[in-house]
């Protein structure tokens, strides 16, 4: 099919529409770190009305049923797991005496990382929200980000700076002021080469972005936005010079390709024999990912060093100080890590560091239900294999990025994971 006109229907999918295709005004405005929060809470409230007004109507197909909604088992674990965040938490502050005004700053942080990933999932299980319809938006997104790219790349070469300002709305709080920064550019601090995270607060949340949008780009039914979507997702990756951007790429669209084919008995006869060729040659594989590990940590030294260090501190003061419920903030780390704050750049250290094997075990158990839910319908239904790519997408960064303070980005992953 050459084109495909792709329109929302209903007052969930026009939120969710609009709410993407007008993400760079709202960026411009600073408002993406607070937009997506918002939009959260309202269609989770949203979603609890339908399922509790409409029980014998499915949300996604639009048609009458004999039986009502019913929450898949992941999805019911997904907000257990992230309640028990909260309750890891609220412990952590009394185990340290923290006192009631951080304990209420931590909680609305809660309400603006942890618990989305919750209500988003949620939120794709229950609403009517088409994935045809966030596919197109995000398209209409790369398309944007096509559109002003040349822009930016002449402002970096005439000398204007790459920070154009602060929004005023930083003043509402937030993780830190690069969430409502409005950047042209920023600059590789070990290469001195420019670099451009478009919307995202940092070059390698850009890269997740990326990888996001070029999975939903092949999806679209139309050839012409997904030749546009898969450029511009291409080309963020390039442009913000994330390792971890072109690592994932790699891996993830094979991955959506082949679990797209399962039903295909020539696609499982090949997976057999790479399976067979990879148990053979295992050794070699193994030498060959370990010496490609260390040129991927050498490419950028000082980062693979800071982040090192971060993970050793992680572990150190999780195991000695907090180790079932963890330390409830993040604390500044030393001179060695540049003083960034202990348990960053890591989700998985970080949740050690702050909610102590509770919230580690939280996250593992909902993601790894999620995987099985996924996998068991994947060969009935191969859509559901784009909700295995962004799983696979958003595991890979919990090891290298902390995966709640960027949930404001990636929400429509999550409704895809899902849907």
């Known amino acids: 099919m050459v084109s495909e006109k792709i329109a929302p229907q209903g007052t969930c999918e026009l939120v969710v529409w609009y709410a993407l295709i007008y993400t760079y005004p709202i960026y411009l405005l600073g408002g993406l770190y607070i937009l997506a929060p918002v939009l959260g809470w309202l269609l989770f409230a949203l979603a609890l009305y339908y399922w509790v007004r409409y029980p014998n109507i499915n949300g996604h197909n639009k048609t009458p049923s004999n039986k009502p909604i019913t929450i898949p088992t992941n999805v019911t674990i997904w907000l257990i797991a992230m309640l028990v965040m909260e309750v890891a938490l609220i412990i952590g502050h009394a185990s340290f005496d923290l006192g009631i005004p951080k304990l209420i700053k931590s909680s609305i942080g809660w309400a603006k990382g942890w618990a989305l990933l919750a209500i988003f999932i949620f939120v794709g299980a229950v609403l009517p929200i088409r994935n045809a319809i966030i596919y197109r938006a995000c398209n209409i997104i790369g398309l944007q980000t096509l559109l002003i790219t040349p822009f930016l790349i002449l402002f970096y070469f005439i000398g204007l700076p790459g920070t154009l300002y602060i929004s005023p709305l930083s003043i509402i709080g937030g993780p830190g002021p690069e969430f409502f920064e409005v950047q042209i550019y920023g600059i590789n601090p070990e290469s001195g080469l420019p670099r451009w995270r478009y919307f995202a607060p940092w070059a390698p949340a850009a890269g997740l972005l990326a990888n996001i949008y070029f999975i939903f780009a092949m999806q679209d039914a139309s050839r012409i936005w997904r030749i546009l979507g898969i450029t511009a997702a291409l080309m963020i990756c390039v442009l913000c010079q994330s390792r971890a951007g072109f690592v994932v790429i790699l891996v993830t669209a094979p991955i959506v390709y082949l679990l797209r084919k399962l039903s295909n008995p ?3 006869l090949l997976l057999a024999v790479g399976l067979l060729f990879t148990s053979i040659l295992a050794d070699t594989l193994l030498s ?132």
């Open 266 to 268: 020539y696609i499982l």
């Open 288 to 419: 060959i990912l370990n010496n490609a590990y260390d040129d991927f940590k050498s490419a950028r030294s000082g980062s693979s060093r800071v982040r090192d260090g971060l993970a050793r501190i992680a572990i150190q003061r999780w195991s000695d100080e907090a180790p079932i419920w963890g330390h409830g903030i993040v604390e500044r780390g030393p001179h060695l890590v540049e003083y960034m704050p202990i348990g960053s750049h890591h989700t998985w250290y970080g949740l050690l560091f702050v909610k102590g094997a509770v919230g580690f075990a939280a996250l593992a158990l909902a993601m790894s239900s999620t995987y099985i839910c996924l996998l068991r319908k994947v060969v009935s239904q191969p859509q559901a294999g784009v909700g295995i790519a962004m799983l696979i997408i958003l595991s890979l960064y919990t090891l290298g990025e902390n995966l709640e303070i960027l949930s404001y980005l990636f929400w429509p992953a999550l409704i895809i994971i899902a849907s």
